[in-house]
């Protein structure tokens, strides 16, 4: 990095909180705090849903998956479109009519106190969790990479986005990630277009589809029922549309992006705009995947694209092995520019069997580049167990930093550092009101004046921006960073959905049904999901419909019990 990369850099983190703390100054009440006032317009709604979603894993983590495996992670949210229109339809009225501050409100309403406790612990647990990966997803990948103190880059991350968004609370948080939605984006075309610009010269854009599509990159859709699959399209049509209910129905990080708008309109527009647009982003996102793993078919790549587990391999026993497997990779390398350049001449030539017979040549090279980027992982593994094989999350970050000019560099790692603040100062905001409203208000004795809660909220903030900042520091990388935030709302959000869904249509239903429900159903989950019984997208379809039927089982069991006449 450069002078003007650290300026870029810089320059942009401290603009993003110094506009947060000044445009949001001096909240006066709980209603201006926690809701914004009630002011928000449709578009900043939109934007808030898309960022506070659209974290630091997403530009990390989601070119690296299509990179490795293609585009098929799209399908994951193919259910979103669905969960919009139902959200739109049936929470957000409800929501709005009854002037909650919090979505577990509207369950104490309609069940009891303990459920909402319940529903509201749940959250705080997973969304806890979450607050802390999202702060450690980047910083543990910027320190790999360019030797940042990995303890530094949280306390850093969290300590900036705890300023403003304890300081100005929603309004805060709205405001600032229009901002940041619109660094992101423009990074994101910004490094698409130098690409492009860096592939040969007789390979545009349409060209290089046809090259991605040659190695499977561009396999979309997959029709298959496979419950044990991860990326479907019924997997995110059904599994993604409970998740995408759960997540914007329910969780109150997204919640309160769109209780804060003026109206039921402004919060309905709000979500269609997020619904139509998510696909189209991350579906561009993935793209940007793609054509990294186009040019790195014409330029050479690292046998693993994590700096660290090279450098642990190479200072091992094991490093001659090593150095020999990354010999054959270069070699590999030239074949496989050769057989694109016989795909591409041929692909001019529109000559059918030249075309067939170089696709087959590439996808064979694959499979051995494949195989020795595996063997290179067990070397890895063998030489220091605790170093991460698994180098998805690496290699759009190695490409910014080995490809793009000087400044670009700056702007993208600005980029990745702002989708990290967008989602956890999101995560904070809903962590803090969900514990000075659901808890601590609700369970506490005596009369306070509003000035007492708000100070309540910015204090439960900022003492889970500390939790954040320290689940962070103790981290440990998983299979792939986006997953990982998936597969941990996965485990609780269908059983919340469950609660939510009993709470709007199954009136018969009462508290103490739900609430032991909800219980058997989190074990039953959890249990599952560590046995692996289904994909985790599946889980949230399962756990929904498992509480909706324990629920109802038992409510039916009590009321025969305590009713003589249905006893006889």
């Not at 490795?68 to 957000?92: E, N, R, S």
């Not at 910027?142 to 303890?151: N, T």
């Not at 809660?453 to 903030?461: A, Q």
């Not at 058997?520 to 889980?539: E, H, K, N, P, R």
């Amino acid at each position: 990095m450069g002078n003007l990369d650290w300026i870029i850099l810089s320059s942009t983190l401290l603009f993003i909180v110094a506009y947060g703390v000044w445009k949001t100054k001096g909240s006066k009440d709980v209603d201006d705090y926690v809701l914004g006032g009630n002011k928000t317009k449709w578009w900043t709604i939109g934007l808030s849903v898309m960022a506070t979603q659209a974290s630091a894993i997403t530009f990390l983590s989601t070119p690296g998956q299509a990179f490795h495996d293609g585009m098929g992670f799209v399908q994951f949210y193919f259910g979103l479109p669905l969960a919009m229109i139902i959200i739109c339809l049936v929470f957000v009225p409800i929501y709005h009519k009854l002037k909650v501050y919090t979505a577990y409100e509207f369950l104490e309403n309609r069940f009891d106190l303990k459920t909402r406790s319940l529903a509201a612990v749940l959250f705080l647990v997973q969304r806890g969790l979450a607050a802390g990966i999202t702060i450690y997803a980047p910083s543990i990948i910027l320190s790999a990479v360019l030797g940042w103190d990995l303890k530094t880059l949280n306390i850093i991350l969290g300590t900036l986005v705890i300023i403003y968004t304890v300081s100005g609370g929603t309004k805060a948080v709205n405001v600032t990630q229009k901002q940041q939605m619109f660094i992101i984006m423009t990074g994101m075309f910004i490094a698409f277009f130098f690409i492009l610009g860096y592939l040969p010269a007789d390979i545009n854009f349409s060209k290089a589809l046809k090259i991605a599509g040659a190695s499977d990159k561009l396999n979309i859709i997959d029709f298959e029922f496979n419950t044990t699959s991860r990326y479907t399209l019924w997997s995110g049509l059904t599994g993604g549309m409970f998740l995408a209910l759960a997540y914007f129905g329910t969780d109150q990080s997204q919640v309160q992006r769109y209780l804060s708008g003026k109206s039921v309109r402004e919060s309905q527009l709000g979500l269609i705009f997020n619904g139509l647009l998510k696909i189209p982003m991350q579906f561009f996102i993935l793209l940007v995947g793609v054509m990294v793993f186009v040019f790195y078919q014409y330029n050479p790549s690292p046998l693993n694209f994590n700096p660290v587990a090279s450098e642990a391999v190479l200072a091992s026993e094991f490093a001659e092995d090593y150095k020999i497997l990354e010999q054959d990779h270069r070699e590999l390398e030239v074949e496989k520019k050769i057989a694109q350049d016989r795909f591409s001449a041929a692909l001019e030539l529109k000559e059918y069997t030249a075309t067939m017979e170089a696709k087959q040549q590439i996808i064979s090279i694959n499979e051995r580049e494949r195989a020795k980027r595996e063997t290179a992982k067990t070397l890895i593994s063998m030489a220091d167990d605790s170093v991460e094989t698994n180098d998805k999350d690496f290699v759009f970050i190695h490409f910014i930093l080995n490809h793009l000019p000087k400044g670009l560099i700056g702007l993208l790692l600005a980029v990745i550092l702002s989708a990290a603040m967008s989602s956890t100062a999101s995560e904070l905001n809903a962590l803090g009101t969900i514990s000075a409203l659901d808890l601590y208000k609700r369970n506490k004795k005596g009369d306070y004046d509003e000035k007492h809660y708000v100070t309540v909220s910015k204090g439960f903030t900022l003492l889970w921006g500390i939790i954040a900042i320290i689940i962070a520091c103790v981290a440990s990388l998983f299979d792939n960073l986006i997953q990982l935030v998936n597969i941990i709302g996965s485990i609780f959000y269908g059983n919340v959905l469950g609660i939510f869904l009993m709470a709007f249509f199954f009136k018969f239903i009462r508290g103490n049904s739900v609430f032991v429900a909800a219980i058997i159903t989190q074990i039953i989950v959890i249990v599952g999901y560590s046995l692996d019984w289904m994909s985790y997208l599946w889980l949230n379809a399962f756990g929904c419909g498992l509480v909706i039927f324990l629920a109802c089982l038992i409510e039916v069991f009590d009321r025969t019990l305590n009713n003589p006449e249905l006893k006889a």
